[in-house]
């Protein structure tokens, strides 16, 4: 039986804030089932 577990990390971009900076998610994804964290962390989308 074969598992497998996967991370990325990823900017919402659809979430932008006045100040033009973006949330960064965690994805989790684990034998194909995801699950999405945010990070509380926010970023320039350019960046």
Do not use: C, H, V, W
Not at 6 to 14: A, E
Not at 31 to 39: R, V, W
């Amino acid at each position: 039986m074969t598992k497998t577990f996967n991370l990325l990390f990823l900017i919402k971009k659809s979430k932008t804030k006045a100040d033009g900076t973006a949330p960064i998610y965690l994805r989790i994804i684990i034998n194909g089932k995801q699950k999405e964290i945010a990070s509380k962390r926010y970023i320039e989308p350019e960046k």
